[in-house]
């Protein structure tokens, strides 16, 4: 089983920048599909975004693209959402997530093992 710690969340304003961290125990986290979800309060868990196991191909929910980008650095065992323009609706907290599955989707149901959750706050 892999552990994952997230970092990295915070308060910033609208339009600002953070960068979230995923570190990985336990396994090498260039073997699992990760992906970042994230739950605002009083709303259902989503996902943000997601890098493949293999090829390290990249997925976003739409609200996202263009301004969030997920990226891996095998050598830090860690995967890294770096969020850019950042928006009020953005306030949620984030979580990492890998999954054993060879063809994970962005379902949450795919990802068996989760982080702690890092919580960024964007004010107006």
């Known amino acids: 089983q892999v552990q994952l710690v997230e970092s990295g969340g915070g308060l910033v304003q609208a339009g600002g920048s953070l960068r979230l961290s995923c570190a990985a125990s336990?396994?090498?986290?260039?073997?699992?599909?990760t992906g970042w979800f994230r739950q605002a309060p009083g709303k259902e868990r989503e996902f943000v975004a997601r890098?493949?196991?293999?090829?390290?191909?990249?997925y976003y929910t739409d609200s996202v693209k263009g301004r969030f980008t997920i990226s891996r650095d095998n050598a830090k065992n860690t995967v890294f959402l770096q969020m850019n323009s950042l928006k009020p609706e953005d306030t949620a907290v984030y979580y990492c997530?890998?999954?054993?599955?060879?063809?994970?989707?962005?379902?949450?149901?795919?990802?068996?093992?989760w982080g702690q959750g890092t919580e960024v706050t964007v004010s107006s």
């Open positions: 997530a890998t999954s054993t599955k060879r063809l994970a989707t962005g379902d949450a149901y795919d990802y068996d093992s």
């Open positions: 890098i493949s196991w293999m090829l390290g191909s990249t």
């Open positions: 336990g396994r090498t986290i260039s073997g699992y599909t």
